[in-house]
């Protein structure tokens, strides 16, 4: 893992605001990988989202459920 690289991408979305504006609309931790790479960062997705720490340096790491949920209910068809 690059944590040293991830570190500094975390601290650099402080005061980027195109890359702040572009992960922001990333659906997935492989995506802002990739726009993260397009800057000169080297992570992975996996890296992001084992990274333990939730709040670092006044960024704040959330992590959303995108799984699918389906409604099997006695209504559903």
Not at 17 to 46: P, R, V, W
């Amino acid at each position: 893992m690059s944590l040293n690289e991830l570190k500094k991408f975390l601290n650099d979305l402080r005061s980027n605001k195109e890359l702040l504006k572009l992960i922001s609309n990333a659906g997935t931790a492989d995506e802002i990988a990739s726009i993260a790479e397009e800057f000169g960062y080297e992570f992975s997705g996996q890296e992001l989202k084992t990274f333990d720490q939730s709040n670092y340096r006044g960024v704040r790491i959330t992590k959303q459920d995108t799984s699918p949920s389906y409604n099997f209910g006695e209504s559903g068809n």
